[in-house]
T-cell receptor, first 117, second 112 residues
């Protein structure tokens, strides 16, 4: 099956610093990847859709200058949380759509737990 | 506004019981409904449903969609402790480049 990896799995940083999270599709090329945020005991909230070779599409209420997304290759998308603050602490999960499969089936990475002190 | 609602929010059962999880939706331009299982980390894909009345089955899990009444159920028979997880329902919409709208999830705990 389609495999998506995410790195790092956990990061702790100081307030004001920037953190980069990588999402990779390991056995397929993903033209579209998605970034989600999940608070404890809550569901997945879509932040943005990352398209290879073009600008990301952000959901309403998500600051594009704060959450920078780059999808420079067919197997890698990165999310950079700039000038992180404690309220950015959350579980960030990426997913990728396998173009060999159905339109809507997304495969998820293992997530990154971000803690901002 | 598109909405996906799951019930119950949480459930505790004994090993061997059968459970039914519910997902209802109010969306424009429905294309598909997906079920995922989330344990500690990444959600893992279970089923995708696009047509009414056709049951999808995988081992002890099965799911069916009713597009007239706008809901789906996920059944788990002979539950095991390894079934303990959050089960997420998501809806895919036409014209949205594969974007999924997730429900709040049902937290299932299976005890011995």
């Amino acid at each position: 099956g389609a495999v998506v990896s995410q790195h790092p799995s956990r990061v702790i940083c100081k307030s004001g610093t920037s953190v980069k999270i990588e999402c990779r599709s390991l056995d397929f090329q993903a033209t579209t990847m998605f970034w989600y945020r999940q608070f404890p005991k809550q569901s997945l909230m879509l932040m943005a859709t990352s398209n290879e070779g073009s600008k990301a599409t952000y959901e309403q209420g998500v600051e594009k200058d704060k959450f920078l997304i780059n999808h420079a290759s067919l197997t890698l998308s990165t999310l950079t949380v700039t000038s992180a603050h404690p309220e950015d602490s959350s579980f960030y999960i990426c997913s990728a759509r396998d173009p060999r499969g159905s339109t809507d089936t997304q495969y998820f990475g293992p997530g990154t737990r971000l803690t901002v002190l | 506004e598109d909405k996906v609602v799951q019930s119950p929010l949480s459930l505790v059962v004994h090993e061997g019981d059968t459970v039914t999880l519910n997902c209802s939706y109010e969306v424009t331009n429905f294309r598909s409904l997906l079920w995922y299982k989330q344990e500690k980390k990444a959600p893992t894909f279970l089923f995708m449903l696009t047509s009414s009345g056709i049951e999808k089955k995988s081992g002890r899990l099965s799911s069916i969609l009713d597009k007239k009444e706008l809901f789906s159920i996920l059944n788990i028979t002979a539950t095991q402790t390894g079934d303990s997880a959050v089960y997420l329902c998501a809806v895919g919409l036409t014209g949205t480049a594969s974007k999924l709208t997730f429900g709040t999830g049902t937290r299932l705990q299976v005890t011995l």
